[in-house]
Every structure is written in C-alpha cells, then in structure tokens.
T-cell receptor, first 109, second 116 residues
C-alpha cells in the first residue's frame, strides 16, 4: 500500500537557523515525489518534483533531495515568510496521489 | 489563464442534506482528485479519476460520490451518509509527461463546508 510519512509534525526555528524536513515514502513504481507549500486557508502551492534517487532541486532557500526511501526538504537561513505547512506527496503506478500529514514550520524573527 | 477552479468558496449544509462541490480545470489534464483536509491535518484522498467515465475510491470515500462525464469537470457530492462533513475540500488535477513520469498536481483554492 502506498504511504507517505512526514516528520517532524511541527518545527520552530529562529530566523537564519537552517534545518531539514523529512518525508519517508513507500510507493509501487514511483512516478514522482512532490513538495508543496500551503498557507492557512489556501490550496497547496507547488515547489518541486523529484523522479529518481540522487536527484536534487533548488529554489531560493529551499533544496529538495531524493533517495529510494526518503526525501528531504532543506531550508537554509530561513526567513519569517517561509513560515507555512510543507506537504510531501508521492505518485505511483496506481494513479493515486498520496500526501503526508505535513510539517508546520514557524520561523521567528 | 489556465487553472483549476473550485466553487463555492464557502458552503453551509443542513443536517440530512446533500451538497455538490464544483471543480473545473482547463489544463487538459487527464487525472483529477478530491481531498479532505481537517484542521492541522494533511490531505486525505476521497476519490480520484484518471480518465473520463472512470473513477476510483480513495482512502475515505464513504459518504461521498463523484462523476466524471467531461474531462474538464469532476464534481463531488457530500451525501447525508457522511456523518462529519465539516472540513476544507480541495480538488486537484495532474497530467503525464510520459508513461513513467507525472507532472505536478495543480490545486484549486478549496471549498470550506460547514454543517449548520
């Protein structure tokens, strides 16, 4: 059964304090591993897609990496505007798009 | 502009009433999805459709129904059998680069359903 688990559930950082979010996944025939950002009361906003182990993507202070069992979202020198819930999702050969529970990040100035 | 539109933004339902949430996309995507999100929780899959006239149950399909008569549209009905329908509902659509890779999913802005 396809499954996605994210940790930690919540993370509090000081501005400039780098950290990483974890996404563990089990999926039959990976067709894509996706990271999204969600602000309260809004739909998720796409950040990255990763397709194969060893792949990395970067955008401003965010960097996503992928292994055969996990993906990490690294946040370097975060700012208060990076505060949001970060969601990980996997898509496999069943056609399902399965999301983890999310990590709620709070960055304090 | 290409995108995915959900309506209404807010919906109030009386006990025992069926309500239908609309989801329309003009991205020419084959796959469409419905999710439920409760406060502080992730997205739970209700139903999904990979092609017109075909759909599959997700993890929490009980009390919900869908149809996929057109590629662009995937409405969700919350029936009276759903005992705790108050939640934030999100619709998404997704395409395919090729047989083995999917595009990212695009989301609507959500419908907040409240039972009164």
């Amino acid at each position: 059964e396809d499954q996605v688990t994210q940790s930690p559930e919540a993370l509090r950082l000081q501005e400039g304090e780098s950290s990483s979010l974890n996404c563990s996944y089990t999926v039959s025939g990976l067709r894509g591993l996706f990271w999204y950002r969600q602000d309260p009361g809004k739909g998720p906003e796409f950040l990255f897609t990763l397709y194969s182990a060893g792949e990395e993507k970067e955008k401003e202070r965010l960097k996503a990496t992928l292994t055969k069992k996990e993906s990490f979202l690294h946040i370097t020198a975060p700012k208060p505007e990076d505060s949001a819930t970060y969601l990980c999702a996997s898509s496999g050969n069943t056609g399902k798009l399965i999301f983890g529970q999310g990590t709620t990040l709070q960055v304090k100035p | 502009d290409g995108g995915i539109t959900q309506s209404p933004k807010y919906l109030f339902r009386k006990e025992g009433q069926n309500v239908t949430l609309s989801c329309e996309q003009n991205l020419n995507h084959d796959a469409m999805y419905w999710y439920r999100q409760d406060p502080g929780q992730g997205l739970r899959l209700i139903y999904y459709s990979q092609i017109v006239n075909d759909f599959q149950k997700g993890d929490i399909a009980e009390g919900y129904s869908v149809s996929r008569e057109k590629k662009e549209s995937f409405p969700l009905t919350v029936t009276s059998a759903q005992k705790n329908p108050t939640a934030f509902y999100l619709c998404a659509s997704k395409g395919y680069w090729d047989r083995d890779t999917n595009t990212e999913a695009f989301f609507g802005q959500g419908t907040r359903l409240t039972v009164v």
